[in-house]
């Protein structure tokens, strides 16, 4: 695992150092990179000449002192025994710098317990990689009781840096995806010990119920089986009776045999009830993990799609399901394990309120007089279905009645702004539901247009057709220098629909905005800077800063005249010239009614500044 993680921190742009306890383990991880990457140029994931650029980056050793000295961030992947990283960490504290970060990739022992262990439990976190670490999207960000919020969000920044989703997780044995995974190995074993089902048939009924590849037989064989029996025996223990490893699976670990289940029929007869308990397990926990505070419902689905590639996650799964025969069945497992399984709580208030989950792709959160709007469907790089442009809807919504907000700012979780409209879910439309869905989606943009503060757009990677055409709807575009924009719906066989085709050249001018959507190019930032697409071209790490400072000197100024020059700029636009001064008239006539035009003007004589209070 650690050769994948330093594999990953490489390719990102970081300086690191790699330690292992003899050279020939150190060059063992060298030549498992060297593999990586040559594959990565045969699949065209990776351009031949980054494969020395990644290389170069990494340096091995076997000696602590070299290796963790300058380091800011030291991620540890020893052996999973508490003795062998109680030892590792005495002799970071010997060594590291005092402001350096330590995180551990342990999957089996609590981030509580080891920060015990460490220096500064404030600078101690985790950071569960899943295999292969340098490919695998999916990363857990563990907060300890005692990790600070700066470490945290140092973690947080690092993971997407790589390129991965973060999940954000409270520690509690499992942390969320095995929480949940595991029992579900270790249910598929205790039917098949009580005689419910062949493994066939338990096979056969997980693979539909969870429109999955391999059942958990075969995963198992895949993955493991002491992997499985080791990782349920730590839910076991620090979490009690129900989490047991079953006696199939300990004797089959036992045993060190494969699971055998060829020539195995397959009993329809009994595909439901199996796939009922799978369910029913997999649901309940997911319930208990949102309960406890481990993890949110949208992070947890989002661990179940990309870690374990289920079709849906569990609570999208039970709204699918329905949420009333959910409850029913998650309700009927807890029955059936004599006290040892409790009852979700909130999923019985889901059930008798008759309320599907409630989850959100669209996250808002407040920072002093900034509403900071996060599109948040990662594993999509943030693509616009009908879902996320509902999810905006509700929190311009929101924003629009929140006069504490004075400034929004619009960004992509990830690597990605927004990468367009959902071309998987567009694929299935009639030119009718076509319609409906692009006058959705222009409606909602032109909501954000119109709102009366001003918005931005902080493009922090890809934003493309529909992404794009969300950043021509905001008032101004500040992008990372790692940003593409582009429109590239012709080569889909489609042209832009969410506006693009009456912004861009509005914006840019008639024959750059043809040549743009004519050819699909995507063009990187600074090129866009250049044309008038976007505002300012920062590096990614200064972006929400660069647009708060803008924020914050929009913030300074008065209140009402601001939103009535945005009203006589995006309203005049579509008048003509005449037309458009005689509004131009209007605001401006309004703007001398207002008390912060007096205390604006009465500031410049007085020579102090002006206090606005947005009357
Ligand atoms: N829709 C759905 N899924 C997407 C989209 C998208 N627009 N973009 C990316 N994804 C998914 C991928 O399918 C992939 O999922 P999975 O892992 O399950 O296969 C995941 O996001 C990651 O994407 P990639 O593996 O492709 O990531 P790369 O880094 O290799 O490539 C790119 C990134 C270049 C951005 C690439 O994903 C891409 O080209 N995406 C499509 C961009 C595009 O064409 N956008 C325009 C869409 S059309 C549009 O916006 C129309 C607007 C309104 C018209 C209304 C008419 C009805």
Request: hydrophobic share 40%; aromatic share 8%.
């Amino acid at each position: 695992m650690g050769s994948g993680i330093a594999q990953a921190a490489s390719q990102a742009g970081y300086k690191v150092s790699m330690m292992d306890t003899s050279q020939e383990l150190v060059d063992a991880g060298m030549g498992k990179i060297k593999k990586m990457l040559n594959k990565g140029v045969e699949r065209g994931k990776i351009k031949p000449e980054k494969v020395e650029e990644v290389l170069s980056k990494i340096k091995v050793t076997t000696e602590i002192k070299v290796a963790v000295e300058n380091a800011e961030l030291v991620i540890e992947a020893v052996f999973e025994d508490i003795e062998v990283k109680k030892k590792l960490f005495s002799e970071l504290k010997e060594f590291c710098k005092p402001e350096a970060i330590i995180a551990s990739n342990t999957s089996s022992l609590g981030i509580n317990k080891m920060a015990e262990f460490t220096e500064f439990p404030g600078k101690f976190g985790g950071l569960h990689f899943f295999n292969p670490a340098a490919i695998n999207k999916l990363i857990e960000v563990v907060r300890g009781e005692k990790t600070s919020h700066e470490t945290f969000d140092a973690l947080m920044n690092f993971s997407r840096r790589l390129g991965k989703i973060p999940l954000e997780i409270k520690d509690s044995p499992g942390f969320a995806v095995n929480r949940f995974f595991v029992p579900f190995l270790n249910e598929s074993c205790r039917m098949l010990e009580e005689g419910v089902a062949n493994k066939a048939t338990i096979e056969e009924a997980a693979k539909r119920g969870f429109k999955i590849g391999m059942g958990p037989f075969a995963l198992m064989n895949f993955t493991g089986i002491p992997i499985a029996y080791h990782a349920e025996n730590t839910l076991y223990e620090g979490l009690g009776e129900f989490y047991r490893p079953s006696e199939a699976l300990k004797s089959q670990f036992e045993a060190g045999k494969p699971w055998e289940f060829e020539g195995e029929e397959v009993d329809e007869s009994k595909i439901e009830a199996v796939q009922k308990r799978l369910f029913g397990t997999t649901w309940g926990i997911a319930c208990h993990l949102v309960e406890e505070g481990v993890a949110s419902k949208e992070d947890t689905d989002r661990g179940a799609l990309l870690g374990l590639r289920w079709a849906q996650g569990p609570f999208e799964m039970m709204n699918s399901y329905g949420i009333n025969d959910a409850c029913k069945v998650v309700q009927g497992f807890a029955l059936s394990t004599d006290g040892k399984f409790n009852m979700s709580e909130s999923l019985l208030d889901q059930a008798r309120m008759k309320q599907p989950w409630q989850m959100s792709t669209v996250k808002l959160s407040k920072q002093d007089r900034f509403g900071l709007i996060t599109m948040c469907r990662p594993e999509a790089l943030n693509a616009l279905n009908t879902k996320v442009l509902s999810d905006l809807d509700n929190v311009i919504t929101r924003i629009k009645e929140d006069d504490d907000i004075g400034v929004v700012i619009i960004t992509g979780e990830g690597n990605s702004f927004v990468a367009g409209a959902d071309i998987k879910e567009m694929m299935e439309k009639s030119p009718m539901a076509a319609r409906e869905f692009t006058r959705y989606g222009q409606q909602v943009l032109k909501r954000l247009e119109d709102l009366d503060k001003p918005v931005i757009a902080a493009v922090n990677g890809f934003a493309l057709g529909g992404g794009c055409e969300l950043a021509l709807a905001c008032d101004m575009i500040i992008a990372s220098e790692k940003a593409k924009l582009g429109l590239p719906e012709v080569s889909l066989g489609i042209h832009p629909g969410f506006g693009g085709t009456q912004r861009l050249p509005r914006l840019i001018g008639r024959a750059k905005a043809k040549e743009l959507i004519f050819t699909g190019d995507m063009i990187p930032a600074k090129e866009a800077e250049r044309i008038g697409l976007v505002n300012k071209t920062v590096p990614s790490d200064q972006l929400i800063t660069e647009c708060k400072d803008l924020g914050a000197r929009i913030l300074a100024r008065g209140p009402v005249a601001v939103r009535l020059a945005k009203s006589a700029i995006n309203r005049g636009g579509e008048m003509t010239l005449d037309d458009g001064l005689a509004y131009e008239i209007e605001t401006v006539s309004l703007a001398f009614s207002t008390e912060d035009k007096s205390e604006g003007m009465d500031a410049f004589i007085s020579k102090r500044k002006p206090d606005f209070k947005g009357k």
